[in-house]
């Protein structure tokens, strides 16, 4: 009966741990992006991996390809002009060595056509704007001990049934998957 005992506990130790690394993960992205770190970019993907930002904006396949994404003159451009992705708290559905995220993800841009206004101990500040929401799905696998974006597609927030239909399949793997 130990046994069993210890092996239910292994396992949802297991579980709390695949989830804060991928909570980790997904977390970097904003900071990732918002500085230009290729090199981290670089050894979160699969060497395979594709990101894919739907109908309209260009995607990347390979780890090289994806990397470069954020290396490129205009991504720099938007970093100088006030870039700052801000998440959603991922959910996460794990598979055993394979997990699917679903998450929300805001890009805000310092507004410097806005009035200037103070705030009590903050200073002032033009403020920001929500350039775009879009809903994300990572797919995620463990290689050597480390979880790794597969792939990645991003879909905007635009009253269009796709990314919706990517919410609901990312509830619908939490409600009928392993979780």
Same mark, same amino acid.
């Given at each position: 009966m130990a046994d069993d005992n210890n092996s239910g506990f292994e396992q949802r130790l297991q579980v709390i741990e695949d989830k804060l690394a991928i909570y980790e993960l997904i977390a970097s992205h904003?900071?990732?992006?918002?500085?230009?770190?290729?090199?981290y970019t670089a050894c979160v993907y699969m060497e395979d991996g594709v990101f894919d930002r739907g109908a309209g904006l260009d995607g990347a396949k390979g780890v090289d390809e994806i990397a470069a994404f954020i290396l490129r003159p205009a991504h720099e451009e938007a970093i100088k002009s006030g870039l700052a992705h801000f998440a959603g708290l991922p959910l996460i559905d794990l $598979?055993?060595?394979?997990? =699917? /995220?679903t998450s929300y993800l805001q890009l805000l841009q310092l507004d410097k056509q806005g009035e200037p206004r103070?705030?009590?101990?903050?200073?002032?500040?033009?403020?920001? $704007?929500?350039?775009r929401v =879009? /809903?994300?799905?990572?797919?995620l696998e463990r290689h050597q001990g480390k979880w790794k974006i597969r792939s990645r597609t991003l879909?905007?927030?635009d009253g269009t049934e796709a990314p919706r239909q990517l919410l609901t399949r990312g509830l619908s793997d939490v409600l009928h998957g392993s979780n």
């Open positions: 904003p900071p990732s992006a918002d500085t230009g770190l290729a090199e $598979r055993g060595d394979k997990a =699917v /995220v103070e705030m009590a101990n903050h200073g002032f500040s033009s403020g920001y $704007r929500i350039h =879009v /809903v994300n799905r990572w797919e879909l905007p927030v």
